[in-house]
C-alpha cells in the first residue's frame, strides 16, 4: 500500500484526525465511515483511489482519534455541519462524497444541504429503511463488554461477528480503533455514548431522511453489499428511484462493510462511477 499521511485539523470547536492519501492537487474525494469504525475503514479503497484523486478519509467526531462530543451530540446533522466546517478549513470545492452505514447517512444529510459542494455522491449500504435484523446483530455486537484482556480478544470477536475479512484485515483495522489502559487491557478508542442502549442506535439519524434523499440531485452511485442484513435489495431500488439518474451496484461476497469485504468489486464499481464523472 503507499504510505497514508495523517492530518489533524481543528472545526466546530474539536480536533478532528483524518488520514490523506494522493496528491495534493488531485480532484478530492471524502470519505466517511460507519458507527464506532475510524478513517481506515477505507484502506484499501483510498490505496486505489489515491492514484489519480486526493483522497481524505475522516475520523468523525467521537471515533478514532479525533475528539468526542462534550454534550453527546452524534446526530446527522451535526455531523453534516462537521463535514462542512472541515471542507471549508481544508479548501475543498467540489469534491466526491462516499459514506458507508452512519457515514453514508451523514452524506445523504451533507449533500441535501450543500448540493453545491458535491461533484458526486457514493452511498454506501444504507437507506431511510434499513433492516431491524442487521441493526440487531450490530447493536448487540457493540454493547458487548468493552474492556478485553487484550487485542486479540478483541480480533477473535470481530472475526466471529464477520468472518469474510481475515484475522490480518481485522487486526489492521482495530490497530486504530482500541487503546491499551494503563492495567494492561484493551478497550475501543470511540465515545462509550455511541454504544449506549439508550441511543436507539440510528432511530433518530433516519427520521426525515426521505426528505434528503429527495433533494439529491448530483450523479449518485447506491452501492449495497450482496450479503448484506442492513440495506435490502427492495430499500436499494426504491432510494435509486427517489434520486433522478442513480446507480445502483450490488457487490456480490460481502456484507455491510461492503468496502472492506470485497474491497476490489467495490474499487472496480466506484472507479466505472467515477470515470464520467
Given at each position: 500500500?503507499a504510505?497514508?499521511r495523517?492530518?489533524r485539523i481543528q472545526?466546530?470547536?474539536l480536533n478532528?484526525?483524518?488520514?490523506?492519501?494522493?496528491?495534493?492537487?488531485?480532484?478530492p474525494?471524502v470519505?466517511?465511515?460507519g458507527?464506532t469504525?475510524?478513517?481506515?475503514?477505507?484502506?484499501e479503497?483510498a490505496?486505489?483511489l489515491?492514484?489519480?484523486?486526493?483522497?481524505?478519509?475522516?475520523?468523525?467526531?467521537?471515533h478514532?482519534?479525533?475528539?468526542?462530543?462534550?454534550?453527546g451530540?452524534?446526530?446527522?446533522?451535526t455531523?453534516?455541519?462537521?463535514?462542512?466546517?472541515i471542507?471549508?478549513?481544508?479548501a475543498?470545492?467540489?469534491?466526491v462524497?462516499?459514506?458507508?452505514?452512519?457515514g453514508?447517512i451523514n452524506?445523504?444529510t451533507?449533500?441535501a444541504l450543500?448540493?453545491?459542494?458535491?461533484?458526486a455522491?457514493?452511498?454506501?449500504?444504507?437507506?431511510?429503511?434499513?433492516?431491524a435484523?442487521?441493526?440487531?446483530?450490530?447493536?448487540?455486537?457493540?454493547?458487548?463488554?468493552?474492556?478485553?484482556?487484550?487485542?486479540d480478544a478483541?480480533?477473535e470477536r470481530a472475526?466471529?461477528?464477520?468472518?469474510r475479512?481475515?484475522l490480518?484485515?481485522?487486526?489492521?483495522r482495530?490497530?486504530?480503533?482500541?487503546?491499551q489502559?494503563p492495567?494492561?487491557r484493551w478497550?475501543?478508542?470511540?465515545d462509550?455514548a455511541?454504544?449506549?442502549?439508550?441511543?436507539?442506535?440510528q432511530?433518530?439519524a433516519l427520521t426525515?431522511l426521505?426528505?434528503?434523499?429527495?433533494r439529491?440531485?448530483?450523479p449518485?452511485l447506491?452501492?449495497?453489499?450482496?450479503?448484506s442484513?442492513?440495506l435490502?435489495?427492495d430499500?436499494?431500488?426504491?432510494m435509486?428511484?427517489?434520486?433522478?439518474?442513480?446507480?445502483?451496484a450490488?457487490i456480490p461476497g460481502?456484507?455491510?462493510?461492503v468496502?472492506?469485504?470485497?474491497?476490489?468489486?467495490f474499487i472496480?464499481?466506484?472507479?466505472?462511477?467515477?470515470?464520467?464523472r
Amino acid at each position: 500500500m503507499a504510505t497514508a499521511r495523517d492530518g489533524r485539523i481543528q472545526a466546530r470547536g474539536l480536533n478532528f484526525h483524518y488520514v490523506e492519501w494522493g496528491a495534493a492537487l488531485a480532484p478530492p474525494v471524502v470519505c466517511l465511515h460507519g458507527i464506532t469504525q475510524t478513517a481506515h475503514s477505507w484502506d484499501e479503497v483510498a490505496d486505489d483511489l489515491g492514484r489519480d484523486h486526493r483522497v481524505l478519509c475522516l475520523d468523525q467526531r467521537g471515533h478514532g482519534d479525533s475528539d468526542w462530543a462534550s454534550d453527546g451530540d452524534y446526530s446527522r446533522q451535526t455531523q453534516a455541519a462537521d463535514v462542512a466546517a472541515i471542507s471549508e478549513a481544508l479548501a475543498l470545492d467540489r469534491f466526491v462524497l462516499m459514506g458507508m452505514s452512519m457515514g453514508g447517512i451523514n452524506s445523504i444529510t451533507f449533500t441535501a444541504l450543500h448540493a453545491q459542494k458535491v461533484r458526486a455522491l457514493v452511498i454506501v449500504d444504507v437507506s431511510p429503511e434499513i433492516q431491524a435484523k442487521g441493526v440487531e446483530n450490530i447493536r448487540n455486537f457493540i454493547q458487548q463488554e468493552d474492556v478485553l484482556p487484550s487485542f486479540d480478544a478483541f480480533v477473535e470477536r470481530a472475526h466471529a461477528f464477520n468472518p469474510r475479512r481475515s484475522l490480518e484485515n481485522i487486526r489492521s483495522r482495530l490497530r486504530h480503533n482500541l487503546k491499551q489502559l494503563p492495567d494492561g487491557r484493551w478497550t475501543w478508542k470511540y465515545d462509550p455514548a455511541l454504544r449506549s442502549p439508550n441511543r436507539g442506535f440510528q432511530a433518530s439519524a433516519l427520521t426525515n431522511l426521505w426528505d434528503d434523499v429527495n433533494r439529491i440531485r448530483c450523479p449518485t452511485l447506491i452501492i449495497k453489499g450482496g450479503e448484506s442484513d442492513i440495506l435490502s435489495a427492495d430499500s436499494a431500488r426504491k432510494m435509486q428511484t427517489a434520486i433522478p439518474g442513480s446507480h445502483l451496484a450490488e457487490i456480490p461476497g460481502a456484507g455491510h462493510s461492503v468496502m472492506g469485504d470485497n474491497p476490489a468489486a467495490f474499487i472496480k464499481a466506484t472507479r466505472a462511477f467515477l470515470s464520467d464523472r
